[in-house]
């Protein structure tokens, strides 16, 4: 059905009271079902066509998603003119909107038993994917003085916790075991997948309240820098998802046991997509090719990069045992054929030093100082980041874009203006990926430096 239609139709709609009825223990023992998000739609609900005044949440969330989110076309996706081509060439056997292999992240994919009565797959990416199954949890939290820890505990996902958050947008945004986007899918036509929850989040765009309200008897939040926390804990909960996704490609563990290795997508694109030309105009040459044979591909060092400058200053013990961990995976990915176990061994002992850092950066008081180091600490490291290819330089452009949005916000410089148009001049040298210039982009990133005091 075409979306706008819908979102007419349920809204008007209004909460049945039905649904406020206490929870009685048979409902509680029931398997919890996905009752999708017309359920959410009616206009005293979360359907309302503008945010309501004087309510704790904004209860446009339904006609946020279905106007402006993509997630509501993630179906759509699959029956357009390249999600029928992709099935093609991958020879799906079916169409892409019938293959469990693209259904697991464009839809809310989920067994004929967990299906409640309204459920249509064709609606995407919808509440449900997000905040878990409903059925339990939707009579109850509607209630009054309700608290958001008694739903979690029927089921509802808890995304207000940081790390949490992060790890359900990795389910579909990095891939599991279960569901993935490799170099064959990408190779197909599929986008490659990077992520950063803060400035995923507000293109996304966000349906809640930042800061959130604080509920009584809780401590509000911090809100001058809550996108920082995002950046900085979303860095550090990808970083340790791309390890665990790591190990379980070196030991290939994923579901069908049919893991290629090394798996292209782990490697630095543009390893293998870059232009030729003359040899004096190669930076790749010009630089060498440090601790590698000429010609093998390197790792991906995107998710790491930026992330280590912050580690190292917020935890620099730990990040420490990190840069030698990482360091062993750099080493033994950018091999023409890379030890699985030596791979698989750096990883997984990475990984949990990663979490470690994320739980700090999650909890801690950020404050404009720690905001100023890190962005002097990009230009700072102008070289390493730009060499270490296309996708470390875009990460650590968005890290700038999100970092100076937060600190500007609050501290209003001067010279902002300028430093806007120095960030957007970084993302223009983007754009074409294949034709990167690390030294381009380096002396554009050192201008940046002396702009930041
Ligand atoms: C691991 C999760 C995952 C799987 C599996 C997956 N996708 Fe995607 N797909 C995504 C995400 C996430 C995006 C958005 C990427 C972005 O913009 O950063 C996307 C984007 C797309 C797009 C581009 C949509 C647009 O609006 O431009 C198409 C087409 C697509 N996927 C088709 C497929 C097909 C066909 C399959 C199955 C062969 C598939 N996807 C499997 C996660 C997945
Ligand atoms: C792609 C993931 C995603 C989808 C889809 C999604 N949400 Fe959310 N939602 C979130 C995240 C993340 C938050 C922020 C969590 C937080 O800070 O508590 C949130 C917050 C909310 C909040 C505010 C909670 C609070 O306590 O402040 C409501 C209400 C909500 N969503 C309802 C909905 C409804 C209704 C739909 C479907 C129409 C929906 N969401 C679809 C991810 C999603
Ligand atoms: C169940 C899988 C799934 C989950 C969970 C999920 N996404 Fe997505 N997301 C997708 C797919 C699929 C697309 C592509 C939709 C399209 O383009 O049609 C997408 C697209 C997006 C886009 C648009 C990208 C673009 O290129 O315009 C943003 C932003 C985004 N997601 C943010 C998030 C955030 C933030 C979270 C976590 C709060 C999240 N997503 C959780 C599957 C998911
Ligand atoms: C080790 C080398 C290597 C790496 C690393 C690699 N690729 Fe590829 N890629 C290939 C080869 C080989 C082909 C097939 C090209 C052909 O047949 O013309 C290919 C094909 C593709 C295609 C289709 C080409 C076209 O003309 O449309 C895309 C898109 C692509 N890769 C993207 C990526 C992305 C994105 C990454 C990083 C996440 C990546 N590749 C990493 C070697 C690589």
């Known amino acids: 059905m075409h979306n706008a239609k819908r979102f007419f139709l349920v809204s008007s709609l209004v909460c049945l009271p039905l649904l ?5 223990r048979a409902q509680e023992k ?4 996905y009752i999708g998000p017309g359920s959410c739609a009616a206009t005293s609900c979360h359907g309302s066509v503008k945010p309501i005044a004087g309510s704790r949440i904004l209860q446009n969330e339904y006609s946020t998603w279905i106007l402006q989110d993509k997630h509501s076309r993630a179906y759509q996706a699959l029956t357009g003119e390249v999600g029928e081509r992709m099935a093609t060439i991958l020879k799906l056997g079916s169409k892409a909107e019938e293959a469990p292999k693209c259904l697991a992240c464009h839809a809310l994919y989920i067994t004929p038993e967990q299906r409640g009565r309204a459920f249509e797959i064709s609606e995407g990416v919808s509440c449900e994917n997000c905040h878990g199954p409903a059925s339990a949890w939707l009579g109850p939290h509607t209630t009054r003085s309700w608290q958001h820890e008694k739903s979690v505990a029927l089921g509802m996902y808890d995304t207000r916790n940081v790390i949490h958050r992060t790890e359900k947008c990795l389910e579909c945004h990095l891939g599991t075991r279960n569901k993935f986007v490799d170099h064959e899918m ?6 490659d997948l990077y992520f950063e929850l803060d400035s995923f989040s507000a293109v996304m765009p966000r349906h809640w309240k930042v800061p959130r309200e604080s ?8 809100a001058a820098w809550s996108g920082l926390r995002e950046w900085a804990a979303g860095q550090a909960v990808q970083l340790r998802a791309a390890m665990e996704r790591l190990t379980w490609r070196a030991k290939n563990e994923r579901f069908d046991k049919k893991e290629v290795w090394p798996e292209y997508s782990e490697l630095s694109c543009f390893a293998c997509h870059h232009a030729l030309g003359p040899a004096r105009d190669s930076w790749r040459q010009e630089h060498g090719y440090a601790g590698r044979r000429p010609g093998d591909p390197a790792w991906n060092a995107s998710r790491y990069a930026v992330f280590r400058l912050l580690a190292k200053q917020i935890d620099s013990a730990n990040a420490q045992e990190l840069d030698r961990q990482m360091l062993l995976v750099s080493d033994g990915m950018s091999k023409l054929n890379p030890d ?17 850092i994320a739980e700090r950066l999650a909890t ?8 100023l180091r890190m962005l002097q600490r990009i230009p700072d490291d102008a070289e390493n980041l730009a060499q270490a290819d296309e996708r470390a330089a875009e990460q650590a452009t968005m890290a700038l874009d999100s970092l100076y949005i937060a600190y500007s ?38 201008r940046i430096r002396p702009l930041l005091q």
């Not at 029931?30 to 079902?33: I, L, N, T």
């Not at 990408?186 to 986008?191: D, E, K, L, R, V």
């Not at 509920?215 to 911090?222: I, L, R, V, W, Y």
């Open 186 to 191: 990408i190779a197909a036509g599929h986008p």
């Open 215 to 222: 509920e009584p008897g809780k401590p509000a939040e911090d």
């Open 409 to 446: 916000r609050e501290t209003k410089p001067s010279n902002a203006a300028e430093v806007r148009a120095a960030i957007n001049g970084l993302f223009q040298q983007l754009e074409n990926p294949s034709a990167y210039n690390a030294d381009q982009f380096a002396s554009a990133l050192r």
């Open 340 to 356: 699985r176990n030596t791979v698989a061994a750096a990883a997984s002992a990475a990984a949990p030093l990663a979490q470690r």
């Open 20 to 24: 406020t009825l206490p929870l009685t």
């Open 30 to 33: 029931e398997p919890v079902k």
């Open 364 to 371: 801690m008081q950020y404050d404009q100082g720690i905001v």
